[in-house]
């Protein structure tokens, strides 16, 4: 897909409590002027890839990119939840992403079963893939220099 991969760093800002949370799955959304950012013709879906925390460890992660309804949907919303157990709340910290590969267009949801078991399907998919050596090596080139290359 075009723009891929895409780099991303920014502050995580407080959502508008949509319930990620209560699904089990917290999802750090990126300010404004952030989302503002990206390529205007970017698709609207779920996507996978590598999501560090201020100088944190690098996990995988899956992101929406999505219509933001708090803006009646005219804006567009990036929230990233990463595949790691946090001890705390992160809002405020910088949050680092490379966006490695594309999983689904938005899909609406009959019911919050099929919405629940689609978000586990999505993380699962974006662990395989993100064992693949095409994508892992975004792990590393992106978030640690090159040994013997400090500066
Ligand atoms: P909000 O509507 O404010 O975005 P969420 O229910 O989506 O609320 O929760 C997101 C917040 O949860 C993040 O901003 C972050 O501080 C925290 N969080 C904890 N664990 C994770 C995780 N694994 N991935 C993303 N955010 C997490
Ligand atoms: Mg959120």
Partial sequence: MRHLPYFCRGEV??????????????????????????????????YYGWASVGNG?????????GWNPFYK???KSVETHIINTFKE???????????????RSEKNFNS????????REDIEEAKRQLDLPEHLKLKDNFFHLPKGKKH
């Fill in 57 to 65: 460890d690098v996990h995988k992660m899956v992101l929406s990119i």
């Fill in 89 to 103: 709340d992160f809002y405020g910290e910088i949050l680092s992403i490379v966006i490695t590969g594309y999983i």
């Fill in 112 to 119: 919050l079963e099929t919405l629940i078991s689609a978000i």
């Fill in 73 to 75: 949907n005219i804006k």
């Fill in 13 to 46: 800002v407080k959502g508008f409590g949509r319930g990620s949370r209560e699904l089990g799955v917290p999802t750090a959304n990126f300010s404004e002027q952030v989302v503002e950012s990206f390529p205007s013709d970017i698709p609207t879906g779920i």
